[in-house]
């Protein structure tokens, strides 16, 4: 598990290198042909990650519900996110894999719901939702390169 916790850190340590010179104006802009922008996909990250870990693992999610709520698969962005908002979004999708590394550690993951993904994939430990979250990372990584050429 130790390699799939580095490309976790690895992959979020990327978005913020790539969002890191753009504006606000820019992160909440929605390109022509797509669905969300930059703001959305950070927040997915974080949302998506704490629902395939900790809530299919029936422990409690480490973010607010209004966050899922906005952030989680199907949902699109309502309005744009300020300078705060987002350094709060930040804060989380840089701190919150040291807290899973903590947690797998202290063994609080035990009772993992079986789910199938959207794209087929079936989640039936923690372990594959790790693994699985980390493919689902890096396609939101592309398309936020997709999107910052856009803006």
């Known amino acids: 598990m130790k390699t799939q916790f580095e490309i976790l850190i690895k992959s979020r340590e990327l978005v913020v290198k790539l969002i890191e010179d753009l504006t606000m104006e820019q992160m909440n802009t929605i390109p022509k042909g797509f669905k969300n922008n930059i703001t959305w996909n950070v927040a997915h990250l974080v949302v998506t990650q704490q629902l395939l870990h900790y809530k299919l693992s029936n422990t ?15 949902t ?51 372990e594959t939702a790790i693994t699985f979250n980390n493919y689902h990372e890096g396609l939101h ?7 910052k050429k856009l803006v």
Request: aromatic share 10%; glycine share 6%.
């Open 60 to 74: 409690n999610c480490l973010v607010p519900e209004e966050l899922i709520a906005n952030f989680k698969k199907g």
């Open 76 to 126: 699109f962005p309502k309005r744009d996110l300020n300078d705060e908002e987002f350094d709060e979004i930040k804060d989380l999708l840089t701190a919150l894999p040291e807290t899973l590394i903590e947690d797998y550690e202290a063994g609080i993951f035990n009772d993992y719901e079986t789910y199938e993904t959207s794209t087929g994939f079936v989640l039936n430990s923690l």
């Open 141 to 147: 990584l592309g398309i936020i390169r997709s999107i």
